[in-house]
Structures are given as structure tokens and as C-alpha cells.
């Protein structure tokens, strides 16, 4: 059974930073491509920041919604199945709910299909 269970969320004022992780059981990590989403009330669930697969290891590895660049880094860590999200600089409409996702392969799936977290709520105060 595929697990993504994101946590470090939470309510921060504008300016400050949080750092989101996404532990994640039953994929073959290391070869999964691992994003971050978010959704805002009323808006549509948008890609955030995404991190390619370990073989992938040049500046195509990972990228950003323009709106975060410089801001947000994305990162993993093969040995603990994790992957992150460092936001910096928040600001109000950084405010939503932050999906973790997973593409790729499970260990009772060859076929790569995408996978979800439940989500957790940043919010940021002007």
C-alpha cells in the first residue's frame, strides 16, 4: 500500500519560513519524480516545485513555479524516503493546502501512475 504522509505545515506570518516534508512507504522512491502542489480556496490545484528521479542529475532536475523561484527549494532524501520543500520569504498568497505527489512505479506496480498525499494547510499572515 502507497503512503505519502506530509507534515510541517502550519501558520506563519509573512516573511518567516516553514519546511514541509513527505514521507513516503510502498514506491520505489529513488525512482519516483516527486512534486509539491498546492491549492488555495477556489482556485485550482497547481504544481509548486518538483524534483526529478536520482538518475536525473543535471539542472533539469528540478523546477519551480515562477511565482516561488528563489524563494522555495525542493530536495530528497533517498535514504529516508523523503522528500521536502523549504519555503522562505512567505507571503499571503503563498497560503493553501500543500499536496505532496508521487510519479513512478510502487512495489506492486510496474506501471507509473501518479500518487497522493492527504495534504497540510499553510497559512500565512500579512
Known amino acids: 500500500q502507497v503512503q505519502l504522509v506530509e507534515s510541517g505545515g502550519g501558520l506563519v506570518q509573512a516573511g518567516g519560513s516553514l519546511r514541509l516534508s513527505c514521507a513516503a512507504s510502498?514506491?520505489?522512491?529513488?525512482?519516483?519524480?516527486m512534486s509539491w502542489y498546492r491549492q488555495a480556496p477556489g482556485k485550482q490545484r497547481e504544481l509548486v516545485a518538483r524534483?526529478?528521479?536520482?538518475?536525473?542529475?543535471?539542472?533539469?532536475?528540478?523546477n519551480y513555479k515562477d511565482s516561488v523561484l528563489g524563494r522555495f527549494t525542493v530536495s530528497r532524501d533517498n535514504a529516508k524516503n523523503t522528500v521536502y520543500l523549504q519555503m522562505n520569504s512567505l507571503k499571503p498568497e503563498d497560503t493553501a493546502v500543500y499536496y505532496c505527489?508521487?510519479?513512478?512505479?510502487?512495489?506492486?506496480?510496474?506501471?507509473?501512475?501518479?500518487?497522493w498525499g492527504q495534504g497540510t494547510q499553510v497559512t500565512v499572515s500579512s
Open positions: 510502498g514506491i520505489i522512491f529513488s525512482a519516483n519524480r
Open positions: 505527489n508521487a510519479y513512478g512505479s510502487s512495489h506492486t506496480s510496474i506501471a507509473s501512475r501518479d500518487y
Open positions: 524534483i526529478m528521479p536520482s538518475s536525473i542529475t543535471d539542472d533539469s532536475r528540478t
